[in-house]
């Protein structure tokens, strides 16, 4: 299972859309997706500074969004993406780290590999440590975090409606 995260560029403009589409018939949330279900077009979806400016205003935190390709096919297998820093916002219930994978993709250890990868790149922009949450009865996910060092720290009750169940688990991972 080897994959590797790029950054988005044209070359997967119609895997991106694609993926969108997958995700929408799915009906799944797009954690890390840098609000790709919000655009109509990669172009639109690309320019995600002065997009994801308008849309959070004074909230706006800077991200880095990077694709999960897997290498023997060069496929979109999955989405990541690292907020630095911390907003009042990500530190009660984003963290720093969103991911997701195809439906048609997942238990195949792809979301885990990503988290590597992603922790790799923060160690690079010198964090010390990163906060990954997600909804308590998602045990995939709390699953990928601690696989990948995450400790929990607390649950709080999601009061804007990102988590299924109501509460969302939040976990560092030291670096």
């Not at 219930?93 to 992603?118: A, C, D, F, Q, T």
Request: charged share 30%; proline share 3%; hydrophobic share 35%.
């Amino acid at each position: 299972m080897y994959i590797k995260l790029v950054r988005p560029t044209h070359e997967y403009a119609e895997q991106v859309m694609q993926y969108k589409e997958d995700m929408i018939s799915n009906n799944d949330s797009f954690h890390g997706c840098a609000g790709l279900e919000e655009v109509n077009s990669f172009s639109e979806w690309i320019d995600f500074e002065s997009r994801l400016k308008r849309k959070y205003g004074e909230g706006y935190v800077p991200s880095e969004v990077f694709l999960g390709v897997r290498m023997e096919d060069e496929k979109v297998v999955g989405m990541i993406d690292y907020r630095h820093p911390l907003s009042p916002f990500l530190l009660q219930y984003g963290g720093n780290i969103g991911y997701s994978v195809l439906p048609s993709e997942r238990r195949k250890g792809y979301g885990g590999e990503m988290l590597k990868l992603m922790l790799s790149i923060c160690r690079e922009y010198g964090e010390r440590r990163i906060l990954l949450t997600c909804d308590k009865t998602n045990d995939a996910s709390r699953r990928t975090i601690v696989k990948n060092g995450g400790k929990l720290e607390n649950e709080v009750i999601d009061e804007v409606g990102l988590s299924e169940c109501g509460i969302m688990q939040r976990y560092w991972i030291m670096l």
